[in-house]
């Protein structure tokens, strides 16, 4: 699913809540999969084993008249990241039970982002607009869970990958087309996001480039299905994140989780997805539309090492009057 793809005539508004699950499983280096001890012989005392995030992002669209329509979206997210300890050092920094394995969880709402689009062109069979956002860092980038370590099982910072937004303002331009035939329709989209200062725990995240380019065609009426291919490339993380141990005091020639460093950051990816739409258009559902969609890697190239993405399913409805 893409955000932003489409245009209001003034007056029109829609509203609109999308939920996305994505899986992680496994770690990578560059495009080579990686087991758990290669990561500990790289000198890691903590590696992920897999992370599941659950995202729901609620979105408002309007158009005060034909030459923009204004665009709000925030997320409320939940996520979920285990770990492996290395074994050596498992008896120093591991839970009372003597696992080898935690896991930590954040939840909230993440960043608000605002934007407005603006059509250039408009056809009988094709449209085109440019988008111009910002991300504004209401999500918090301070979450803390009980993690085993020196000291036994305390409260500490988490990563930025657990975090729940940037704690950054970032710039979000965008291009997007859609042509319409009969029968059927295709389209694609450019955007990035660019990072304009660095937050208050001493990092910025990478800035991004992403393109998506989909093909739909009707089944029916009411029916059609999607097929999407989508490039992203994101830049690795600057800075050092405070808070985050970078050392393990009873084994200082070690480093801790490969999250707290900036070369495991950043990558580019390809995904391929297929969807589902359905949309009313007579009695009291008329205007509502549901889609699903699944999405998943078919070629994957990481910086440094990283969980490895399975799968992402997104499902959505749209109410537009």
């Given at each position: 699913m893409v955000m932003g793809d489409h245009t209001h005539r003034a007056g029109e508004w829609m509203v609109s809540v999308r939920h996305m699950r994505m899986d992680m499983e496994g770690m990578r280096s560059s495009e080579t999969n990686r087991s758990s001890q290669e990561v500990f012989s790289a000198n890691y005392?903590?590696?992920p084993s897999n992370m599941t995030m659950d995202m729901t992002m609620i979105g408002l669209m309007s158009a005060p008249n034909d030459k923009v329509t204004l665009m709000a979206m925030i997320?409320?997210?939940d996520t979920e990241m285990d770990h492996e300890i290395f074994p050596m050092a498992a008896p120093l920094i591991a839970l009372n039970n003597g696992s080898r394995q935690f896991t930590t969880r954040s939840s909230g709402w993440g960043d608000l982002k605002i934007?407005?689009?603006f059509p250039f062109h408009r056809s009988e069979e094709a449209r085109a607009h440019f988008g111009l956002g910002v991300s504004l860092p209401t999500g918090s980038i301070g979450e803390t869970d009980l993690i085993p370590g020196p000291g036994g099982l305390l409260s500490r910072q988490m990563p930025a990958p657990m975090q729940l937004g940037s704690g950054t303002i970032d710039l979000m331009p965008s291009v997007t087309y859609v042509r319409?035939?009969?029968s059927w329709s295709f389209g694609w989209q450019a955007r990035?996001?660019?990072r304009l200062n660095e937050n208050h725990h001493n990092y910025r995240l990478g800035n991004q480039i992403d393109v998506s380019s989909w093909i739909s065609t009707n089944l029916s009426s009411h029916f059609s299905l999607s097929g999407r291919l989508r490039y992203n490339r994101a830049s690795e993380m600057r800075g050092t994140q405070s808070d985050i141990?970078?050392?393990p005091p009873f084994a200082p020639s070690r480093r801790t989780v490969t999250?707290?460093?900036s070369e495991n950051d950043g990558g580019q990816r390809i995904d391929a997805a297929i969807g589902l739409n359905f949309i009313a258009t007579e009695g009291?559902?008329?205007g509502n539309r549901f889609a699903i969609e699944l999405s998943t890697p078919i070629m994957e190239d990481l910086n440094g090492f990283q969980l490895s993405t399975k799968s992402v399913v997104t499902a959505g409805w749209q109410l537009a009057w």
């Open positions: 005392t903590v590696t997320p409320y997210i934007a407005g689009l319409q035939k009969e990035a996001i660019a141990g970078f050392n999250t707290a460093f009291s559902f008329k």
